[in-house]
């Protein structure tokens, strides 16, 4: 905790030194330091306390509301993707037919644009879905597309990586390729699993503020974030405080997964002394 807190008043002195020598030398490489480019840390921390608009809350406030409703739309984008990149490492551990035929269109489903994706998903996928998910839902299958991919390829690497000899134990043993899963291959796969799911959880924060993009919500981060940005010539500082409410979003997100890890890795029998 106190590291943390050293790196965060670390990297504060380090924004407000580079903003003086800049604007004190006149730099304008790699761009040009003032108000508008580089709020000072005290402006933007002084915008949480103020409206937004007026008549309105505190744009802390705003924000919260706002990064519970994209929260949901990660959580269950990720809970998904965990699932789906899971279950395909386990069909694809059983087969080098289907590892060879099915992993490059896994690998090339990555190579496209999120953005040019995330208006297809929605239009797919919001009239198949019940009244309450419409709209968020289809924005938590964005955050899903991203969060699979490696989940899948980690799994499979994971469960590769299984002791031969272990395996072989279980087939004098007469076990069949079930025990030989869940007893030897998914116990080694869990550090290779629970480090795809750090990043498959912030990715899914991503997801889920990019996926509100072309769905027209507003309740999310995404529609904090385009219309702050309509402003941000005048007032630069709420862009910047709802960037910096996205950030920790995606870091509670990876501290659940931590702790997740803790939980579920290093109490497992393997682990304790």
Request: without cysteine; charged residues 10%.
């Amino acid at each position: 905790m106190i590291l943390a807190v050293t790196t965060v008043v670390a990297l504060a002195g380090l924004w407000e030194l580079y903003r003086l020598v800049w604007t004190s030398a006149g730099w304008t490489w790699p761009f040009v330091v003032n108000d508008t480019s580089m709020p000072h840390l005290w402006t933007i921390a002084k915008a949480f306390s103020q409206p937004a608009q007026v008549n309105q809350p505190s744009l802390a406030w705003i924000l919260l509301q706002k990064s519970l409703f994209t929260a949901r739309e990660a959580a269950f984008g990720f809970a998904i993707g965990a699932i789906v990149g899971f279950a395909i490492g386990l069909v694809l551990v059983h087969s080098r037919l289907l590892q060879r035929g099915f992993l490059p269109y896994i690998v090339m489903s990555q190579t496209i644009p999120i953005l040019a994706v995330a208006p297809m998903v929605v239009v797919w996928v919001n009239p198949k879905l019940p009244a309450g998910f419409q709209g968020w839902g289809a924005v938590a299958v964005i955050a899903a597309y991203l969060t699979f991919f490696p989940v899948a390829i980690n799994s499979l690497r994971g469960l590769q990586s299984a002791d031969p000899r272990a395996l072989e134990l279980m087939r004098s043993y007469a076990g069949g390729r079930w025990h030989a899963l869940w007893k030897v291959r998914v116990p080694t796969s869990l550090p290779y699993v629970f480090a795809a799911f750090k990043i498959a959880a912030t990715a899914s924060v991503v997801g889920a503020i990019i996926g509100e993009l072309p769905s027209g919500l507003q309740s999310g981060l995404g529609g904090a974030i385009i219309n702050f940005n309509q402003y941000y010539s005048i007032e630069p500082q709420e862009l910047w405080a709802t960037n910096i409410v996205a950030a920790a979003l995606g870091v509670v997100f990876f501290l659940i997964v931590v702790a997740a890890e803790k939980l579920v890795v290093r109490r497992a029998p393997e682990h304790v002394g």
